[in-house]
């Protein structure tokens, strides 16, 4: 897993730049843009979020949006990472 996800994040790195800052997630505002975690999504409704250094979490709800992805575990994913200061981005 640890080798899956580091591959991730080297493939991502380079469009780290592409996106915005989450800022409706107030604790991701005030984050550096340049830092930057994963999150990976599968369709079933599985999320793995990773802050390197710091912890990796995996969540599982079955309601999903649109695009496929767990309607539970994001706002879960949220509120956590506003909790413990944590940016999944």
Known sequence: MK????????????Y????HVATYIPEL???DPSD????????????????P???GIGM????LDKKGNSVAAIK????????MELSIF
């Open 3 to 14: 080798e899956l996800l580091n591959e991730i994040l080297y493939e991502c790195a380079p």
């Open 76 to 83: 879960a994913l949220e509120k956590l990472s506003r909790r």
């Open 36 to 51: 930057f975690g994963i999150c990976v999504m599968e369709k079933g409704g599985g999320i793995l979020a990773v802050v």
């Open 16 to 19: 780290t730049a592409e996106g």
């Open 53 to 55: 250094g710091r912890m």
């Open 29 to 31: 505002a005030k984050g």
């Open 60 to 63: 599982y709800s079955p309601a």
